[in-house]
């Protein structure tokens, strides 16, 4: 018996994942996450509705509520896991959070909440689960192009991942320089980009190919996916992509046995971002 688990799952790309999870897979438990229980057991019922018929009857769907930005909604999944002898196969990290381009709020208010959820959320709730996941299992980040760093950031922002030597502090450094960064507004200055999602983006793809390296000796891929430009919420539905197009490079991290561990991938492809 297989388990997944699914972060931000009640709407968007997380949900199209869960449902077509629900279509791909056999014998396995699938945990559709959401920080609200009214939306994620909405969620819950509706994926069920639609993919009727086409769910093996040997998958079991669960809901459990999960704020990734909270240590305590964490511990507690983590625990009813453990409790409960669930081992993870495949962690599919994709709750994330963007502001409007028109956002009124300032640079600084934009950074912390941003980076608050797209970096040190994933970086947390990674942290409680981690420890949960079987050997040779994955863990999948979905992370954004606008993650790449290549004519965005100076160089010797770039320069310090290109090693691979650089270390969860180094990464912690680099965002919270930007945050420092916001208010007096140097940020381009400092050599980074305006844009607070694309920092989060960058520090989620480096952590993704950190936690490769550490993981290494348990076998567990670590790999970070750009899902594409997908018509959700977060880009007011103007993205090209239907989000079960949105669903194939993220399903192709968790589900295939050619994905590559510790790379970035865009279009079941290894892409650069560094570059």
Known sequence: M???VVTGAN???GYGIVRNLLKLVKESTIFLTARSEERGLKAMDEVLKEVGTMKDSSIDLKFHQLDITSEESCKNFRDYLDKDNYKIDVLINNAGFAFDVDATESPLVQAKSTIGINYYGTKMVSKYLI??????????NICSMCGKMGGYYSQDKI??????TYTEKDI???V??????CEPDNRTVEGYPCSSYRVSKAAEIALTLLYHRQL???KIRAIACCPGYVATDMTNYKGPLTIDEGTVTPLYCALNEEAPSGEFIQHCEVSTWLT
């Open 131 to 140: 420890p949960l996941i079987k050997d040779e299992g994955r863990i999948v």
């Open 172 to 174: 912690d450094d680099f």
């Open 2 to 4: 297989k388990v997944f």
């Open 11 to 13: 709407k968007g790309i």
């Open 216 to 218: 290494s000796d348990r």
């Open 159 to 164: 320069d310090l991942f290109k090693t691979n």
């Open 176 to 181: 919270e320089k930007y945050i420092g960064a």
